[in-house]
């Protein structure tokens, strides 16, 4: 079987390896199909991620077909369609018990901390494989994984219908939440720098498309919500995004904070104290993938759009560098097996 692993920065090898082991009780073997690369993946293979020893195989957004099940698999069978849920957690902690386990203190994720997808096969915990459609190309059930990201974003802002959103970045996760928003019914303003990334939002149903470059954000902002947005969320993840989602927030918004960003962010106490806005985290995803499957068999996701190319598994190095040479226009590079 064919294995990516990423050997030195920016630098992935394709190797010829023995057949992976069989799956154990509980687990599956998965021929995998289609893997997405992940702003998670770009950082790695840049080198970025000092907590990720190499060689490594990275892909967490994977979909497949089941090969094996271990004893004990009664849920999914061999020949199965499925998409997988990265996030491993120990399970037994106060924090895992008390149903947070994407925020365990040991949470890991596939591809990143452990070998992940990029490879013709894997065995996972069976419970973390959900089966999909025949019907749905593995490319876009690829997709599985960001919009459980959205769906949890979602979830923790406790966004509804009524809600005026705005989104700041139309990457992959800002168009994968404002999907899911248009879905739900809310109003929804995203910004970004690229006017290729805002004609896919349009075409996703945004309400309001922004150039923050060449546009002005608050007025804009003002004028779609006055007085505020009810939700709002950096999409890209840094510092000062997150702070202009607090000041463009109405009073008691939820305010979504995703970044993995370690600089600090400058917040007057006082714009949170007088509008008791809510802010709060969100981290992959905490059992999301059941909706996100619903979504994806009701067909309300436009995830065919979100696939800006696909390359075969060999080519697999030349997609990193495409992807990050023309970050200004792909949404989602996915790689076949
Ligand atoms: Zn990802
Ligand atoms: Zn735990």
Not at 31 to 55: N, W, Y
Not at 88 to 100: D, E, N, P, Y
Not at 296 to 310: F, I, P, Q, R
Request: net charge negative; with cysteine; aromatic share 6%.
């Amino acid at each position: 079987m064919r294995a990516a692993k990423l050997t030195a920065p920016e630098t992935i090898e394709l190797f010829d390896e023995p057949m992976i082991r069989e799956p154990e009780a509980g687990e599956a073997r998965v021929r995998v199909k289609a893997v997405g690369i992940c702003g998670t993946d770009l950082h790695i293979f840049k080198g970025e991620r000092s907590d990720v020893a190499l060689p490594r195989v990275m892909g967490h957004e994977l979909s497949g077909i089941v090969e094996s099940v271990g004893s004990g698999v009664t849920h999914i069978k061999e020949g199965d369609h499925v998409v997988f849920d990265p996030v491993v957690s120990c399970g037994i902690c106060k924090v895992c018990r008390s149903g947070h386990a994407n925020v365990c203190a040991d949470v890991k994720c596939f591809g990143v901390q452990m070998d992940g997808g990029f490879q013709d096969y894997i065995v996972v915990e069976a419970a973390k494989l959900y089966r999909i459609p025949e019907e749905i190309p593995f490319e876009e059930a690829a997709l599985a994984e960001p919009f459980s990201v959205a769906a949890n974003i979602l979830t923790r802002t406790a966004a509804t219908k009524e809600d005026r959103i705005v989104i700041l970045g139309a990457g992959t996760i800002g168009l994968a939440i404002l999907q899911a928003a248009k879905g739900m019914g809310a109003s929804v303003l995203i910004s970004d720098v690229e006017d290729t990334k805002l004609a896919i939002a349009k075409k996703f149903g945004a309400d309001v498309t922004v150039n923050s470059k060449t546009e002005d954000l608050a007025g804009k902002a003002e004028e779609f919500a006055p007085g505020g947005a009810d939700v709002l969320i950096d999409a890209v993840g840094i510092a000062p995004l997150t702070e202009q989602t607090v000041n463009l927030a109405a009073p008691t918004a939820r305010v979504a904070v995703i970044g993995f960003d370690g600089k600090p962010m400058q917040l007057q106490p006082v714009v949170i104290t007088k509008k008791e806005l809510t802010l709060v985290g969100s981290r992959m995803n905490n059992g999301m993938f059941p909706k996100v499957v619903e979504w994806l068999e009701s067909g309300c996701l436009d995830t065919a759009g979100m696939v800006t190319k696909s390359y075969p598994a060999e080519e697999i190095q030349q997609a990193f560098t495409d992807t990050l040479s023309d970050a200004a226009s792909t949404v989602k590079t996915v790689i076949r097996f």
